[in-house]
């Protein structure tokens, strides 16, 4: 559109109704004065589809004065940008900072030939002209953002270009004011999340009209007949577990969350205003109960929904959009309660904040079923307005009202660059912002100070990977309340993943969804209670602690550590399913001399534990007695002579010179070790993704390469030291990632020597996941014949199939056969055996001869020592003895069964020993 305009205020408006009025400026500035300029407007930006009417407002402005003129001729349309002024389409392009400090940002972008300067622009003001095409901007705030722009002039013929794209950019912090802002955070370590607001008076659950127009469970009218969250009550068996869907033969799959029910539904807002009006009443909400369960819990901080998806903002927000003030009937300030009563108990406080999505607001960021648009889209000024008179006015309203520590964005991917800078630069002006933390849901790229992974634990190695982290995740399946939800996890699964987490250095937020009164559910008060309990005994090895110094994961738990008053203390969290039933818990990678003292965390007295060094291996073997002293998790502490930072595993080879590589002695950042006691790197899609071992090679020699592998085929690279060795192609036959082989890929050599071994993969191309149980590099295969597992699970081993080592132990007694005359207490007996299922079992032995008592050695690792008693000395009289319960790994390995006498002669004959499950 070309304009003529005699006042630099006049602006252009244009309205095109295509089923509702969109209007919107010109996407080029008005920039000419007294003579004639062109105007560009962009529809496809815009979402023009259909024109019914085009109309024009020549003098959009609010200081219009007597005498102004306007002239508008050549309306010209196309599907493409016209090249009316080819200088000024010619705009400056890739501007992007290329040095950014504290005070300062380097700037650049192309050239342009026939520019002769450029104007540079900072946060909409003209800066600076120059004719090179870079600059850089001084004197800026430390930890402030900022947005530039820059355009391209004509100095001789005094003639502009457009600008060039905005470029949003924030200086750096100092790390000393990062520590100090985050320093709260970083020790908080668990965190309680509060999910409440008009949806908990739904319930999960919704009978009403909807927008949806036809479909399952519509009915005339457009009435929702029967909508539940996430599962209905009828897909859920009685153990939690999901019914099997006839039509997929799959799982049912869920429905959305139960705070997402006006969107899931489909509501009509006046009808969910209504409804939050009928039933969210915060009759029964105590704020000081809330924050007395929270800090019992051992939680030091909550994060609260100050306004979710929904709309409806819990804060009074001085009759600034929908609130808890003026659109309920709650008379209390439910929040500054809650914020006095946190801080007061020495706990922070922060608000969850749905920046973008907001059902109840046209100007909402996408995702908005409510609107009446065909697209249900918002255009850009209503979006405008929306960051501008809503999400602008409540940030202010949180920070200076509330007093808050935290903000919790949510869904910022739905907005534009441009509001997302509005919206964190109105943060930036306020005084003493720059206290406040946030996390990484603004998708700003430039304001996040944690990662919000949510339902989940992040895999990396177990001290972490160095950044600050925090796992958000709910007590059963939904975040609001849902009365029709059971699935609710264990107390001791909850337990477990807090230790988990705090052992890689992330923080647990951990959600409750209070009901619509105030009150929470009362399977979240016994969790919270649970962990109450818990934490009344092992609060010091929780709060205030870092990571485990450990690089690979511990079979039996996890670890964390601290350092009080120059002492380090390493917490050895033990879980109950892992205790060690011979009694001797083995703590690898601790130096010499590097612990003073153990004793149990519940102990008060201190009582010190037997601890001797590891025969053979570095670290220390503790004696423990035969339970654990609590059935979720037992606390260790060990007293340090030294600070020890890392605690590198190295894999050791076995006495044969076997060196195998299990993913649990991996540090494989980006891989998932997953299906214990086995475990696996999983689903392998990347091949930028590797696992490391630090290995300890002591018997040199040419060594075979035997792989444990699943799913598809490929090739794999071993680098040794940073050497590449290979590449060692493999087949797999059987399709399935639970149908393991073992595959012979190749050959290496390894003199003598500490090393880091690398395994790097290399995909055939596309979707083609392998897991990885075990890299095994051997001396030649052992050919002595193998045992096999039974099809019933029993595992049988008979004396006259023993390889005998030592001196006064012999196979006789045919035609039975057994291990006889065995009086030499150094001699042992061994079996090479196939176990295909992994687990608990129960053996036994048919002996004959004198008492005494009997020890296994399964994967060169001992049991416990199993006391026999025979009924008389006969050497005929042979008896089948329960012995006791015994693991067995999955796999190819010997068991060797060694004798302890009692001294003098008692020798024993033995027939056959039977493994076996409570199957028979």
């Known amino acids: ?169 924030t200086t750096l912090e100092t790390k000393e004011h990062k520590d100090q802002r985050m320093a709260w955070w970083r020790e908080a370590s668990f965190g309680l999340f509060l999910h409440w607001g008009g949806y908990s008076g739904l319930a999960g659950h919704y009978t009403g009209p909807t927008l949806i127009k036809s479909g399952s469970g519509i009915g005339p009218d457009y009435w929702m007949q029967d909508y539940y969250s996430t599962y209905r009550p009828e897909w859920i068996n009685p153990d939690g577990t999901i019914k099997i869907d006839p039509a997929t033969g799959e799982p049912y799959k869920p429905g959305q969350y139960a705070e997402w029910i006006m969107f899931a539904a489909q509501i009509p807002r006046n009808e969910y205003k209504t409804r939050w009006q009928q039933n969210f009443t915060a009759q029964n909400f105590n704020a000081s109960e809330w924050v007395r369960m929270a800090k019992e819990a051992g939680m030091k901080y909550i994060v609260v929904t100050a306004k979710h998806h929904e709309g409806l903002a819990l804060m009074h927000t001085h009759h600034v959009g929908y609130n808890i003030e003026d659109e309920t009937n709650i008379a209390a300030d439910v929040l500054k309660d809650l914020v006095t009563e946190a801080h007061a108990a020495g706990l922070k406080i922060g608000f969850y904040y749905s920046q973008c999505l907001d059902w109840m607001n046209p100007g909402g960021m996408g995702w908005i079923p409510q609107n009446t648009t065909p697209d249900h889209e918002a255009s850009y000024l209503e979006k405008a307005q929306y960051t501008d008179t809503i999400v602008v006015p409540h940030i202010q309203t949180m920070i200076n009202d509330y007093n808050i520590d935290l903000i ?164 050895l969290h033990v879980f109950a399913d892992y205790w060690p039933l011979n009694e001797k818990l083995n703590v690898p990678d601790l130096p010499d001399g590097s612990v003073v003292k153990a004793y149990f965390l519940a102990d008060i007295h201190k009582t010190a534990l037997d601890i001797t060094p590891n025969d053979g291996f570095s670290g220390y073997t503790i004696s423990v007695p035969v339970a654990p002293l609590d059935n979720i998790s037992t606390t260790i502490v060990l007293e340090m002579s030294r600070i020890v930072d890392i605690l590198f595993t190295f894999v050791k080879q076995f006495n044969d010179g076997t060196l195998n590589l299990n993913p649990i002695d991996a540090v494989a950042p980006g891989l998932s070790i997953q299906n214990a006691p086995l475990y696996e790197l999983g689903t392998w899609v990347n091949d930028a993704n590797f696992a490391t071992w630090h290995v300890e090679v002591i018997q040199s020699g040419n060594f075979i390469l035997d792989a444990v592998v699943s799913g ?180 190819i390995y010997y068991i060797e069964l060694h004798r302890i006498s009692n001294g003098g002669w008692d020798p024993v004959n033995v027939r056959n020993i039977t493994f076996y499950q409570d199957l028979l």
């Open 1 to 169: 559109m070309k304009y003529y305009r005699n006042n630099l205020n006049s602006q252009i408006r244009v309205n095109i109704s295509d089923g509702g009025n969109n209007e919107f400026l010109s996407q080029s500035p008005l920039d000419k004065q007294n003579e004639w300029g062109v105007a560009v407007f962009d529809l496809l930006t815009n979402k023009v589809k259909n024109i019914s009417v085009f109309g024009i407002q020549p003098d959009y402005t609010a200081n219009a004065a007597i005498g102004d003129i306007v002239y508008i001729d050549e309306l010209i349309f196309s599907d493409t940008e016209i090249d009316i002024n080819p200088f000024y389409n010619n705009n400056p392009k890739e501007l992007k900072a290329t040095d950014v400090k504290t005070n300062s940002i380097s700037l650049s972008w192309d050239a342009i030939p026939a520019v002769t300067s450029y104007d540079v622009f900072k946060e909409g003001v003209f800066y600076q002209n120059v004719t090179a095409n870079s600059i850089t901007v001084h004197n800026l705030n430390s930890f402030d953002i900022y947005c530039f722009a820059v355009r391209g002039r004509d100095d001789n013929l005094d003639i502009l270009t457009k600008m060039s794209n905005t470029l949003y950019v």
């Open 408 to 571: 919790w964005w949510d869904m910022g991917g739905s907005s534009t660059p441009e509001f997302r800078y509005r919206m964190m630069k109105a943060i930036k002006k306020i005084p003493g912002s720059d206290r406040l933390i946030f996390n990484n849901r603004m998708e700003d790229g430039l304001t996040a100070d944690f990662n919000t992974p949510e339902q989940s634990i992040p895999t990396m190695p177990p001290n972490g990977d160095g950044t600050d982290w925090e796992t958000c995740m709910t007590m059963n399946d939904n975040w609001g309340y849902d009365a029709y939800d059971p699935r609710w996890k264990t107390e001791k699964d909850l337990i477990q993943k807090l230790i988990d987490i705090v052992s890689k250095g992330g923080n647990f937020l951990l959600n409750v969804g209070p009901e619509a009164d105030g009150t929470f559910p009362p399977e979240a008060i016994d969790r919270l209670n649970g962990f109450a309990y818990w934490m009344s005994i092992n609060k010091m090895a929780i709060d205030k602690t870092q990571s485990s110094p450990y690089t690979t994961q511990l079979l039996w738990g996890r670890a964390t550590s601290k350092i009080i008053d120059g002492t380090q203390y390493l917490y």
């Open 712 to 891: 598809y085929s490929g090739q794999f690279v071993l680098k040794v030291n940073g050497v590449d060795q290979g590449p060692y192609p493999f087949t797999i036959t059987t399709r399935g990632f639970e149908n393991y082989q073992v595959l012979s890929i190749g050959t290496i050599n390894l003199p003598v020597g500490i090393y880091n071994i690398e395994l790097h993969r290399i995909s055939g191309g596309g979707w083609d996941p392998v897991n990885v149980r075990q890299i095994s590099i051997h001396p030649q295969i052992d050919r002595t014949p193998i045992i096999n597992q039974n099809a019933d699970r029993t595992l049988v081993v008979a004396g006259q199939n023993a390889i005998l080592h030592g001196s006064g132990i012999g196979i006789g007694n045919p035609p039975y056969y057994s291990i006889a005359g065995w009086t030499n207490p150094a001699a042992y007996a061994a079996w090479r055996v196939k176990v295909n299922e992994a687990g608990i079992y129960h053996w036994q032995c048919e002996l004959a001869g004198i008492s005494g008592k009997f020890q296994l050695v399964i994967k060169e690792i001992s049991s416990i020592i199993y006391p026999f008693t025979t009924t008389d000395s006969s050497f005929m009289n042979y008896q089948i003895k329960q012995l006791g319960d015994v693991y067995l790994y999955e796999g």
